[in-house]
């Protein structure tokens, strides 16, 4: 999740938030990818994930790749709870999940190469005191009171508020994992392209990425549990957003849609001040019962903006939200089957062809197949496993009109990024039916195995 962001200053007119949305437009030539992905730590001996603090811990590691790798700190209070280096920063998810949010690069050569120097530096780190890593979309073993909880105000208050909104909302705090892309639009009419395009084939994300088949040690009957989890947190800020397929949908009716989402907080001086359920709409009037008398700014905008959670929401930049945390190879994967995607004119016009009749019951019915079944998923008569192949030949159609070279030329573009999904669709199978079939064969039902075999 998001560190306190930096959106400007004061807010003294409505159209200010529209504006701080459709600033985000860049020329093509300006667009960017971003890549983000978590990881779950654990202490080699024990298998229990990493406490905060102590000689195998999350602050030895963020401590760690301070000290070796030249990242600035980022504290909260006097805790160290993230690092900042070239545009790039790690973040801790509430359950210490570590957190790569990657600086903005033009290809996924270069987005790729990021994630690998990551994973060597963290895995550098995490040798020395003790530590590995893992890839998966949800903790296979650990229980919640096993959990830790990160220092951080952010997490205190929502886990205060999870309760009240849905039944999974802590699990999704601190038992998962997610792979994400972040990336830009030319205008207005771009982004709703883009968007619409991103929520209908969210589900072929998720089924593709899917890999989180296990909770507290047993099979879950879902092969993604982490989206099974999003289907029942907070219906006020989560989902498919059906609004976004309206006519006249733009950068207002996102403003409109996140200005009815309760709030969290509100950040002042290094402290989150809770502001639980409270409206954004009272606080542009002057009247938030945490803050009377105050009106907000534009970071407090930004910051409201990172509390709304459904499957692909927009910022200054649009972030695909729906996959589950994996292999080493699907880190890359993610980003160049969106890129392909969205960053191509022909490419996006095929792929909204390509979902442009779904109404809301089969987009919301996918989303749920996708959970349960995977690439075996089917909803409204249209079956995951096809809607996946067209979706990836477009994709790759994409990359190659994009043409990006890599390896100092010796690569023609970006398209073998896209391998390890086409095998999956290939095999009809995902990284879950993999951790399915071993944790009923040769892991004779036992997850100790996971751990050496899955870790980075």
């Not at 542009?284 to 905008?301: C, F, I, M, V, Y």
């Amino acid at each position: 999740m998001s560190i306190p962001q930096s959106g400007g200053g004061p807010i003294e007119r409505y159209e200010q938030l529209v504006e701080y949305l459709s600033s985000g437009c860049k020329p093509k030539e300006d667009w960017r990818i971003g890549t983000e992905h978590e990881k779950f730590g654990y202490d080699r001996i024990t298998k229990l994930p990493l406490p905060y603090d102590g000689p195998c811990s999350i602050k030895a590691m963020l401590e760690g790749l301070r000290d070796r790798y030249g990242w600035s700190p980022i504290f909260e209070q006097d805790n160290i709870i993230g690092l900042e280096l070239n545009g790039a920063n790690i973040s801790l998810e509430p359950g210490g999940q570590l957190e790569l949010s990657g600086a903005p690069l033009q290809s996924i050569h270069e987005t790729c190469d990021e994630v690998n120097e990551h994973l060597r530096e963290v895995k550098s780190v995490a040798d020395d005191i003790g530590a590995g890593f893992i890839g998966l979309g949800a903790a296979p073993t650990w229980t919640h009171e096993q959990m830790p909880q990160m220092p951080k105000g952010r997490y205190r208050l929502m886990n205060d508020y999870m309760d009240s909104v849905g039944d999974l909302g802590k699990q999704m705090m601190y038992r998962t994992c997610t792979v994400q892309v972040n990336l830009d639009f030319a205008s207005e009419a771009d982004m709703v392209q883009k968007l619409r395009v991103g929520l209908a084939l969210q589900p072929v994300a998720t089924a593709l990425f899917a890999n989180s088949p296990f909770l507290e040690g047993k099979l879950n009957g879902h092969k993604s549990w982490r989206s099974r989890i999003w289907r029942d947190l907070d219906a006020a800020r989560t989902g498919m957003l059906p609004f976004v397929f309206k006519d006249g949908f733009g950068f207002e009716a996102w403003v409109e849609y996140a200005l009815d989402v309760p709030m969290y907080f509100v950040y002042r001086d290094g402290t989150y001040i809770n502001a639980l359920g409270q409206s954004f709409r009272d606080f542009l009037k002057g009247q938030l019962p945490a803050l009377p008398g105050e009106t907000p700014t534009l970071s407090d905008w930004a910051d409201h903006l990172t509390t709304v959670f459904p499957e692909a929401r927009i910022k200054k930049y649009m972030e695909m939200r729906g996959a589950d945390g994996g292999p080493w190879r699907r880190l890359c994967a993610l980003p160049a089957f969106w890129v392909g995607l969205l960053y191509d004119q022909g490419a996006l016009d095929a792929a909204w062809d390509l979902v442009k009749g779904f109404d809301d019951e089969t987009r919301e019915g996918l989303r749920v197949a996708a959970s349960v079944d995977g690439l075996q998923g089917v909803a409204g008569g249209v079956k995951l496993l096809d809607l996946a192949r067209e979706a990836i030949e477009i994709s790759r159609a994409g990359l190659e009109a994009r043409a990006v070279p890599g390896a100092g030329g010796l690569i023609p573009d970006e398209t073998h990024f896209l391998n390890a999904l086409q095998e999956s669709v290939e095999a009809r199978q995902v990284p879950a039916d993999e951790l399915v079939a071993r944790f009923q064969g040769a892991w004779g039902g036992k997850l100790d195995p996971i751990f050496d075999e899955f870790s980075y």
